[in-house]
């Protein structure tokens, strides 16, 4: 897994809202905290949402942040500067998504998964056939809901921060993940 | 990982997918910060004043501007100590001279706060002389307001 700390800050390191105050006041270096602490789980997001194109995904993750530099000054605190970036991220793969379709999984997303050491082979295999599968599988679901499945279950937001980084309801997120998972399950499905 | 535990496809890929490490994300971090660096923020530009109280000039003539972007982060750092940190920084400009600037603080639990805000401003004016120079409409103790808007127990830069 990726180390990002979604957003909690450790007893020594700024909180988010502390780094918004100082990038506000012209401060880079709390900028750049913002894009270690954030850019992990944005970048992974941003992989799953353009069919695991890692170059995209670096664009789409690039543009996000300097949406952000550009717009701090209206980042709002009522939401979490985490749900913000996403929000930011998810409209780059949609802009991206529109002069780049169709999305087919990329030819390199097997070989740039670094499995730990001390694996079985076989398993690694079928692991990564799964997980291969799956992007597929994603790659196939409406923009919506591939967000919403990625956020609850790659990302283990709550229901309202998806709510708030997709602009939606909190009841239209159930929905979409309802349908998300059944979509997925049933391509999954031959896997079993 | 292995992912065998659960019958579930979808359960094992998705527990599989939140295992994988993934490569790349060092050398996009350095691309986005270098990218942001290149960029700009929007700030004005006021006029910096010499001793006697007139517009400062170059050697060809030209009045002396002096950004936002420089005297924003400079005041910031001037009002800034162990138990004080500044929240916001509002200059405010009409017809390039800044005519005012209000700083909002966060503040140590327990300090004379009268005390913090006085010097603070007391640096922020210094800053403001050594910057802009000696404008004779800009009265320091008038125009620079500080407010303390929140009090913290622990250290007010990272709460």
């Known amino acids: 897994m990726l180390d990002d700390s979604a957003g909690d800050a450790s007893d020594t390191e700024p909180a988010d809202h502390v780094l918004v105050r100082r990038v506000r006041l012209g401060d880079r270096s709390a900028f750049d905290a913002i894009i270690h602490r954030h850019g992990p789980g944005m970048y992974r997001f941003a992989i799953r949402m353009v069919g695991g194109d890692r170059t995209d995904a670096g ?6 942040f300097i949406s952000a530099w550009k717009n701090i ?3 709002e605190a009522r939401s979490s500067l985490r749900t913000w970036l996403f929000s930011l991220v998810s409209r780059r793969a949609v802009d991206l998504q529109r002069k780049r379709r169709p999305t087919p999984v990329a030819d390199d997303f097997l070989a740039a998964v670094a499995p730990p050491a001390n694996r079985d082979p076989l398993q690694d295999v079928m692991d990564k056939e799964l997980v291969a599968a799956l992007q597929a599988a994603l790659a196939e679901l409406p923009h919506q809901q591939r967000a919403v499945w990625l956020l609850r279950e790659l990302e283990e937001m709550s229901y309202d921060d998806i709510a708030t980084t997709l602009a939606m309801t909190p009841d239209s997120v159930r929905g979409q993940l309802h349908r998300g998972r059944r979509n997925l399950a049933e391509r999954m499905a031959q896997w079993r | 990982m292995a992912v065998e535990q659960t019958p579930d496809p979808l359960e094992r890929a998705t527990i599989a997918l939140r295992d994988e490490t993934e490569t790349g994300w060092v ?3 350095q691309s986005v910060m270098d990218r942001v660096r290149t ?7 006021v006029i910096s004043f010499t001793a006697d109280g007139r517009a400062e000039r170059d050697a060809r003539g030209s009045v002396v501007r002096v950004s936002g972007r420089i005297l924003a982060p400079r005041l910031r750092d001037a009002v800034d100590t162990p138990d004080r940190a500044a929240d916001s ?11 005012a600037i209000r700083i909002a603080l966060v503040c140590r639990y327990g300090l004379d706060l009268q005390a913090e805000g006085r010097a603070a401003r007391t640096a922020a004016a210094a800053v403001v002389h050594e ?7 800009f009265d320091p103790e008038r125009d620079i307001a500080i407010d303390v808007v929140d009090v913290v127990d622990g250290d007010p830069h990272t709460e």
């Open chain 1, 59 to 64: 664009e789409v993750v690039q543009e996000a």
């Open chain 2, 89 to 99: 920084v509002d200059i405010e400009v009409d017809d390039d001279r800044c005519t």
């Open chain 2, 39 to 45: 960029l700009v923020t929007p700030a004005s530009a």
């Open chain 2, 131 to 137: 910057l802009l120079g000696h404008d004779p409409d």
């Open chain 1, 73 to 75: 000054e209206t980042f």
């Open chain 2, 27 to 29: 050398e996009v971090s």
